[in-house]
């Protein structure tokens, strides 16, 4: 047997996925099963195994793009060979920012849309992106005047040179010329030395500016993701979006399409294949039968911090600056945690995407370089993640320098006949919808389809009607609460799910229903509701992607053990199944997030 390292799942002879045997058990292999819920998605693409548009990648771009191509009328598919937002679109720094960053390549153009698309996430998706009050803290005045020009020009790094505030001061005023043409957030403000210790008391005493302007953050990018995948869904009965559902091979017939779960394989053909798999996109390709090389992507870690000083020390801000070595890092809070970023670090899509412990090291350091006076060791590291940019190939271009905007590669194939393919080279989470939309027209071209509708400002999911203040809010938690569904639990669904959180608590009062023993957080029948409506496949998708627990650091073996329960009844899971996914859990949650399940029992 063949052991499938990124699903931690066995392979026979046949390419079957199998369970592997628990070192506590005599069993041998048992084969996965699906539920009655958990594989529809699958069928769809077997009882009508053409679409017009095959997406191949479910990220943030796959899935915009999907939802646009949809909302025109198109028949779509995507499909996922991992969990939806699974790859480096979950590994992101949880920001939607305009790039001030990118001023200094001098990619005007990318850092205009950024701004734009960042102001209209804002309103299309209130319940994830919300405002972020951002400072820059400044330690010298002058320098780096000479050496940002050489910079630009290069794209090469070279000696590092700090930014000083008049740098800063010059960045700030073009971003916001830029902020200001497209939206009403504030303009940039600079504090003097007393100020700026006054406002955060705790930053390095040698500080002599900080600089404060407004971007944005996304708490829940998988859940975002999520929300405008079932919004293409129900745009258009033509499409069908499954996870787990990878592309293996190229064939004169069409693409073949392997489950993931089963390891079961049937041909698929589409007039357009997009290939949108990130940093993949040129492994994709060689699957396909066409080899290509225009990716070269970084590697970004993370950690975050159950902290609550440095939680404090934030006074609510995000903590945007440059570290000794030149590198643009990050401390933001998030809700009542702390995270921490991020590197930039030249890898391979075949590498493991892992937080290592020199980049550990590194993080203290930064945090150390900031707020000297706040000690923070690894104990309170409580979630570690990692993932490859998908950038293009850059040679001897400094890794900081890399462009973030994106292009389409476009060929036609002869196997199979007919069939265009586009990959996407590039791209990044503010400007997804931007993106997606330049690509679908791109589409509607090759079809020889007009646009119905445009994306710009259309509510997404859940963001529809959300509650915009803290009365609104809590009139919405009185109107949806109930003896049945206590207040504390309507406020977490509404935080979940945004205003979708009303269908979702109509379905517990139709279920029987208890909340967790080990966290107010879930309920059995919200489980069933995710098992049924948001194509769950295995335990770890709800801890990471359908939930913050991972995240915020509350997994438990008693969690595990009630939410193996829990998905046993709509997935089909036996007692072998149960313990494999508890088992499979743990270890990606250990190799990958450097999470060690503890037990609440003493």
Known sequence: ???????????????????????????????????????????????????????????????????????????????????????????????????????????????????????????????????????????????????????????RQGKTTERGAVLIKLGLSIYDAFSRRRGSVPRHKFARRTEALRQMPLLNSTVRYAATYFDASVHNPERLTLDVIRDGEAANLHTRASNYLSVVSSTPGGVALRDELTGETFTFTADVVLNMTGAGVDDTNAAMGAASHYMGGTKGSHIVLDHPALLEACAGREVFFEHTDGRIVLIYPIGDRVLVGTTDIDAGVDEDAVCT?????????????????????????????????????????????????????????????????????????????????RVTNEVLALLQRKRRVSTAGLPIGGGNGYPAAGEAIESWVETNCGTD???????????????????????????????????????????QYMAEHEQVVHLVDVLIRRTALAFRGLVTSELLEELAAALAGPLSWDNVRKEYEIEHAQRILRERHGVLIQSLIA
Request: hydrophobic share 35%; aromatic share 8%.
């Open 1 to 155: 047997m063949e052991e499938d390292v990124r699903w931690g799942v066995t392979r026979n002879s046949l390419g079957v996925a199998v369970l592997g045997s628990r070192q506590t058990t005599s069993a041998a292999s048992v084969s996965f099963v699906p539920g009655p819920h958990s594989r529809d998605s699958v069928d769809l693409f077997k009882s009508r195994p053409h679409a017009q548009v095959l997406i191949v990648g479910g990220g943030i771009n796959g899935a915009g793009t999907f939802r646009d191509l949809a909302l025109q009328g198109a028949d779509v598919a995507l499909v996922e060979r991992g969990d939806f937002c699974s790859g480096a679109s979950g590994a992101s720094s949880h920001m939607i920012h305009g790039g001030i960053r990118y001023l200094e390549n001098g990619e005007f153009r990318l850092v205009a849309e950024s701004v734009h698309e960042r102001n209209d996430l804002l309103r299309t998706a209130p319940h994830y992106v919300k405002p972020l009050e951002t400072t820059i803290p400044i330690f010298t005045t002058f320098s780096g005047l000479l050496a940002a020009p050489l910079r630009l020009m290069t794209h």
């Open 357 to 437: 412990q020199a980049e550990v090291d590194y993080f203290l350091d930064l945090i150390a370089h900031v707020f000297p006076t706040i000690t923070v060791d690894r104990d309170s590291i409580v979630y570690t993640f990692s993932g490859v940019r998908p950038l293009p190939r850059h040679d001897d271009v400094d890794p900081g320098f890399v462009s973030r905007d994106y292009r389409l590669e476009r060929r036609e194939e002869q196997t199979p006949e007919g069939t265009t393919t586009i990959s996407l080279v590039g791209g990044k989470w503010t400007t997804f919808r931007a993106l997606s939309e």
């Open 485 to 527: 569904v206590p207040a504390d639990r309507a406020r977490i669904l509404l935080e979940r799910y945004g205003t979708r959180a009303e269908g979702v608590i109509a379905y517990l009062r139709t279920h029987q229903d208890r909340i967790f023993h080990s966290t107010r957080e879930l309920s059995t029948a919200e489980v």
